[in-house]
């Protein structure tokens, strides 16, 4: 396969996994109730960050038993059975008087009925804006660790699944706890989970570009990522309330697609940064994003009838 033929299949899994973010957040809040949605959104995406956890303990040795090609067929026919059964067991919709928050009724937006006013909104882009720096320190981490621990401290390809697995799992179990903090404690509040959790995770990662070893350099990585974990679904929780059920595809699909563009820049940036300068340079473009997630977590709203 040419490097042109292997863009354009990049590019149609990109388009096809596009789909399913603003899918499974709506088919989420249409079967959840708004006082326990931020805690079954955080089963769902702590399972999100459990995936890059594990697949590298799973694809390092099936790599190096069956090679590449397999391995991603592997992952192809996982992935179709995993979507049958989720397809087979989906509960129906709740009734929308049981599923809306009633609070979303006095916001603007209910009020408009256009989908041109979501993308319009301010405190849509608030969000998208929020979860685009956030999401940064994930895609800088998930892309360029193993790199830096194959190529710059030498670990073989095994260790490397290992340390880099770590942060991920960590991460995953805090995104599950946090979506109970949100629904019990932050409900109405989420700037004070918010902004401390993603300031602490800015200092952690500046840490992160100091430490000397690869246990402590992983240490403060899964400190970083466990702590944002634990605000993530302040991120989340207020648009779901908030957003009107017929638009909620929309207004996510904006958030989650901000937050694939980070996916896209940070590799890119982190590559440009490495090459000139090192990856510790490169990490700090992560500690720089998370601080800037800090600030603007200060001005999103906390309620649906302010949103």
């Not at 590298?56 to 992935?79: H, K, Q, T, Y």
């Not at 070893?213 to 990522?225: D, G, I, N, P, Q």
Request: glycine letters at 8%; hydrophobic letters at 55%.
């Amino acid at each position: 396969m040419g490097l042109i033929s292997l863009m354009v299949m990049r590019a149609m899994f990109g388009i096809s996994q596009g789909l399913f973010p603003a899918a499974s957040f709506k088919a989420l809040a249409e079967r959840t109730r708004p006082k326990t949605r931020a805690t079954a959104m955080g089963f769902m995406l702590g399972a999100n960050n459990l995936g890059p956890g594990i697949a590298p303990l799973i694809i390092a040795p099936v790599l190096m038993a069956v090679g590449w090609r397999d391995a991603f067929w592997l992952v192809a026919i996982v992935g179709a059975v995993i979507g049958t059964v989720v397809w087979l067991v989906l509960p129906a919709p709740l009734d929308t008087e049981i599923s809306e928050d009633p609070e979303a009724a006095l916001q603007p937006l209910a009020s408009e009925h256009s989908r041109a006013a979501v993308f319009k909104s301010a405190s849509v882009w608030k969000f998208a804006i929020l979860f685009c720096l956030a999401n940064m320190s994930a895609y800088g981490l998930m892309t360029w660790v193993p790199s830096y621990l194959l190529n710059d401290k030498g670990l073989s390809l095994i260790d490397t699944g290992i340390f880099a697995a770590i942060p991920f799992i960590v991460t995953a179990l805090a995104t599950i706890v946090g979506g109970r903090l949100v629904d019990k404690y932050f409900h109405d509040r989420a700037r004070i989970l918010l902004v401390p959790c993603m300031a602490t995770s800015a200092v952690l990662l500046f840490l992160m570009t100091t430490a000397d070893t690869v246990a402590m350099f992983t240490f403060y990585e899964t400190l970083a990522l466990g702590i944002s974990g634990l605000c993530s679904m302040s991120i989340f929780a207020m648009p779901l309330r908030a957003l009107p059920s017929e638009f909620l595809g929309s207004g996510m699909g904006l958030i989650n697609g901000c937050g694939q563009f980070a996916g896209f820049i940070t590799p890119l940036v982190m590559g440009w940064m490495v090459d000139q300068f090192s990856y510790m340079a490169a990490f700090g473009v992560l500690v720089g994003a998370t601080s800037a997630a800090a600030l603007v977590a200060m001005i999103v709203p906390q309620t649906p009838a302010k949103f």
